[in-house]
């Protein structure tokens, strides 16, 4: 067989025929190589589908958007071992405390440092426990959260609380992020109290986060509690991941916005926020 000769079975007899005249003839036609490169992306696009779900290179939505805001437990969006951490036993909280307190102390070894020096000597114990505290919000029950304080009033102009605090870890480097979020809501006849607007900011900030998400759950969670007419959050960081290490942009923040209902729908409402938060 000639090393110019086609691997691949031929789509006709004719055709056949014609390759094994030219070949005869001394005349050598380069391999079609379409059919391989078809292959190759074929193949590509089967890897793209079974890594990120579509052949567009996007990732499945996210839980925040595919599962309802509260869980049938009152949890909500909890992450995979949440209700074994409410349901654990002091003697496991306990055993899970110190699980967490060994992988830092290979951590710090690894690291090159000396973990029995007196400065390190219990690092690894505070460290677990910091990281529990930093976590707290995957075990907060929303119930427990809001309790009683959803009132029944005929209010129907916006409410804002503005400046709350907020410190979250970044789910990327286990950084944290730290800022201010302004939440909004127009009532439907239903108002909450206050400081559960600050309380709400507090359960999603204590958990892995990225502020994008951390801005449309709070956002999601007060619409499913209250069905207003409409839901706004706008959320000001400094993130650490990009503070301190990376790019070391020191003078840099982030700010994200999500809008729901008529603060979405009508642009007179969302100007009349973003001016009261003395933004345009």
Not at 125 to 143: P, Q
Not at 157 to 162: F, S, T
Not at 199 to 208: H, Q, V
Request: glycine share 6%; charged share 25%; hydrophobic share 35%.
């Amino acid at each position: 067989m000639s090393e110019y000769s086609n691997p691949l079975p031929s789509s006709s007899t004719s055709k056949g025929s014609s390759e094994q005249s030219d070949r005869a003839n001394g005349i050598h036609a380069p391999s079609s190589v379409l059919p391989l490169k078809r292959a190759k992306l074929n193949s590509g696009e089967d890897s793209i589908r079974n890594n990120f779900g579509t052949p567009l290179q996007t990732r499945v939505a996210s839980p925040c958007t595919l599962n309802p805001p509260i869980d049938f437990d009152g949890l909500s969006w909890p992450s995979q071992g949440a209700r074994s951490r409410i349901e654990q036993t002091p003697e496991e909280a306990k055993a899970r405390e110190l699980r967490i307190a060994g992988a830092v102390k290979t951590i710090l070894s690894e690291l090159g440092e000396d973990v029995d020096r007196e400065g390190l000597l219990e690092t690894p114990e505070r460290y677990a426990r910091a990281m529990l505290f930093f976590t707290k919000g995957y075990e907060d029950n929303i119930r427990d959260v809001i309790k009683r304080a959803v009132f029944e009033e005929n209010h129907d102009e916006m409410v804002i609380v503005r400046d709350i605090e907020i410190y979250s870890l970044c789910e990327h480097h286990l950084v944290p992020f730290f800022g201010k979020a302004h939440i909004a809501y127009i009532p439907n006849k239903r108002v909450l109290g206050l400081s559960k607007l600050a309380r709400l900011a507090e359960m999603y900030a204590r958990r892995f986060q990225v502020q994008e998400r951390l801005t449309k759950q709070i956002a999601m969670a007060l619409s499913e509690i209250l069905k207003p007419r409409g839901v706004a959050v706008v959320l000001e960081a400094t993130h650490m991941c990009m503070v301190s290490r990376g790019v070391q942009k020191t003078g840099s923040s982030t700010t994200t916005s999500c809008m729901l209902g008529c603060f979405r729908d009508q642009q007179k409402t969302r100007e009349e926020f973003l001016t009261l938060l003395g933004r345009h």
